[in-house]
T-cell receptor, first 113, second 114 residues
Framework: EAQVTQNPRYLITVTGKKLTVTCSQNMNHEYMSWYRQDPGLGLRQIYYSMNVEVTDKGDVPEGYKVSRKEKRNFPLILESPSPNQTSLYFC????????????FGSGTQLSVL | GENVEQHPSTLSVQEGDSAVIKCTYSDSASNYFPWYKQELGKGPQLIIDIRSNVGEKKDQRIAVTLNKTAKHFSLHITETQPEDSAVYFCAASIQAGGSYIPTFGRGTSLIVHP
């Protein structure tokens, strides 16, 4: 089944404790991206990657890091999480031939205490 | 940069009624306008899209219209059913130098009452 898989689904952590949210897609898509969803603010792009070893900032990159060492994986790293990063996070991927058509994962609900 | 406004934030209708969600965008260079449906506990899923060279597109009970001059586009759902209840997001985007950064609206929570 073609899908974007995020883990974990839920995560509660404390301020300053480094964490990684994993994202993997099995569709051989070149383009991958991370979004955060906050009530009343919609979806905002954090980082995106056009291919392996190519990443760039989206609209709200502060406090986040990403890496793209393999085509299928695009982890989101929070080096020192803060409470304002409490949010619902989505990973998405799309093919090079139709980059605009995003396939989203099921989301990761992160709470930073 | 691009700014997308979406209205209403909440829409409540009776089963069988029609529902309309409207979005406006600011950047006249935007040329692709998708709509996503997000069901409870799931990620958004593309349901219909329209490009700037088309004024209207239909897919069964859903349709999207685009007015480039006024810079607004709308989602129309006819004969609504309880399973249409979800959050709907519009988006606008352009491709610049090969990259793609969509701007999403804030979402509309559609509630269809049986």
């Amino acid at each position: 089944e073609a899908q974007v898989t995020q883990n974990p689904r839920y995560l509660i952590t404390v301020t300053g404790k480094k964490l990684t949210v994993t994202c993997s897609q099995n569709m051989n898509h070149e383009y991958m991206s991370w979004y955060r969803q906050d009530p009343g603010l919609g979806l905002r792009q954090i980082y995106y990657s056009m291919n392996v070893e190519v990443t760039d900032k989206g609209d709200v990159p502060e406090g986040y890091k990403v890496s793209r060492k393999e085509k299928r994986n695009f982890p989101l790293i929070l080096e020192s999480p803060s409470p304002n990063q409490t949010s619902l996070y989505f990973c998405a991927s799309s093919p090079a031939t139709f980059r605009e058509k995003l396939f989203f994962g099921s989301g990761t609900q992160l709470s930073v205490l | 940069g691009e700014n997308v406004e979406q209205h209403p934030s909440t829409l409540s209708v009776q089963e069988g009624d029609s529902a309309v969600i409207k979005c406006t965008y600011s950047d006249s260079a935007s040329n692709y306008f998708p709509w996503y449906k997000q069901e409870l506990g799931k990620g958004p899923q593309l349901i219909i899209d329209i490009r700037s060279n088309v004024g209207e597109k239909k897919d069964q009970r859903i349709a999207v219209t685009l007015n480039k001059t006024a810079k607004h586009f709308s989602l129309h759902i006819t004969e609504t059913q309880p399973e249409d209840s979800a959050v709907y997001f519009c988006a606008a985007s352009i491709q610049a130098g090969g990259s793609y950064i969509p701007t999403f609206g804030r979402g509309t929570s559609l509630i269809v009452h049986p």
